[in-house]
């Protein structure tokens, strides 16, 4: 058990392993390798959940050799791996420290005549909760917590999607192991995977309008639905005034595989018309190039460490990654990742812009089209 309780670090959860590391939990910001990072430990109190719990634990300030710390609630098992990477830790003795347990001394005398009672008490919500549990025919779900699924992004339950061409990403999450995920829009599947806890799909209105969005497993022979996602969809503003920002567009001759999930083909490096999608993996021969300043392209100030699509990345100073959406200061983003494209959220501070974006105009399937260089090797 470990919880951080003050303000500096609130949103980092602690990654067990080989090395101790605070993960941010909405994978903003940078992880914080523990081991060589502790200054030292001081103790507060060491107290009990409640008068029946075993399990003792600790309350303790980390200084950090930043200069900055953060307080936390932790079992002994935690308390003590944290210890041993820490220069020294201050505590008081084990005498001292065990008066400040919640339940003190002076209230035993007190509670002790009511033990019989209590467990009455609780023998009897036990088996009413056994009890019902077996009516619904799920025994288990006194134990573990409801399975679900939910869309994680966009967050809230609607959206306003300025631009039906450039479609919506979802991302999709389940607590458990499925099957099956569908994606549903106004009732009828738009796509499917198997055998995946995550899902990340890009779909694109057909027409402007209001539309709803699902998420759909099965979990023990029943559907598992994510709340439903109202997505606004509207005709994208006139991007005439784009076209002043391309530079004369060149002939140029390669041959490029396409990364992306799918990637748009548009009609001009302005993103004005779809004209279509060219599937992940898919070889393009490229006929003209041109050099747009409406650039969503970022460059990233420095290494970074994130915990994101449920594993460790490591993305490099100068490493590209292009705009997907923001808010305020938080910044969503696409990355290369081997041979398909992620999703990261990064502040601001992280990030700079770059002025310029390069666009290759490909054939694909007897179609012409541009598209980002990005989404190229």
Not at 320 to 344: A, M, Q
Request: a neutral charge.
């Amino acid at each position: 058990m470990f919880k951080i309780i003050s303000e500096e670090y609130k949103d980092y959860l602690l990654s067990l392993g080989e090395n101790l590391i605070l993960v941010p939990q909405e994978n903003v910001g940078k992880i914080i390798y523990l081991k060589g990072n502790i200054d030292h430990i001081e103790c507060i109190r060491n107290f009990r959940k409640h008068l029946f719990s075993r399990e003792k634990l600790i309350e303790f300030v980390v200084f950090l050799n930043d200069n900055t710390s953060f307080r936390a609630i932790s079992d002994e098992k935690i308390f003590l791996k944290l210890h041993q990477l820490a220069k020294y830790t201050k505590c008081e003795s084990p005498e001292n420290i065990s008066n400040k347990n919640v339940f003190s001394k002076q209230y035993l005398s007190l509670i002790l005549p009511k033990v019989p009672i209590i467990l009455l008490i609780l023998s009897t919500l036990f088996a009413f909760f056994v009890f019902t549990s077996k009516l619904y025919n799920n025994p288990s779900k006194i134990f573990y917590s409801e399975p679900y699924i939910s869309i994680i992004y966009p967050q809230g339950d609607s959206i306003e999607l300025k631009d039906i061409e450039n479609g919506l990403y979802l991302e999709v999450e389940s607590n458990f192991n499925p099957k099956e995920i569908d994606i549903l829009v106004d009732g009828s599947i738009v796509y499917q995977k198997s055998n995946s806890k995550d899902v990340y799909y890009q779909w694109f209105p057909p027409n402007p309008g209001i539309y709803k969005i699902v998420a759909r497993s099965q979990f023990n022979g029943r559907d598992i639905f994510s709340k439903t996602l109202t997505v606004y969809a509207q005709v994208p503003e006139s991007k005439s005034s784009n076209q002043a920002n391309i530079e004369a567009k060149s002939i140029y001759k390669a041959t490029k595989i396409v990364i992306g999930n799918p990637v748009t083909m548009y009609s001009s490096p302005d993103e004005s018309v779809v004209v279509g999608t060219i599937d992940n993996g898919s070889k393009v021969e490229v006929i003209e190039r041109a050099v747009s300043h409406n650039s969503k392209l970022y460059m990233l100030k420095e290494d970074l460490s994130l915990y994101t699509d449920g594993v460790f990345i490591n993305l490099k100073k100068g490493q590209l990654l292009r705009l997907y959406d923001f808010s305020g200061d938080i910044f969503t983003l696409l990355y290369k990742n081997s041979d398909s494209i992620g999703l990261v959220r990064l502040q601001r501070e992280y990030l700079q812009k770059v002025d310029t974006e390069e666009w290759y105009k490909v054939i694909y399937n007897k179609k012409e089209g541009w598209i980002s260089s990005f989404f190229t090797r």
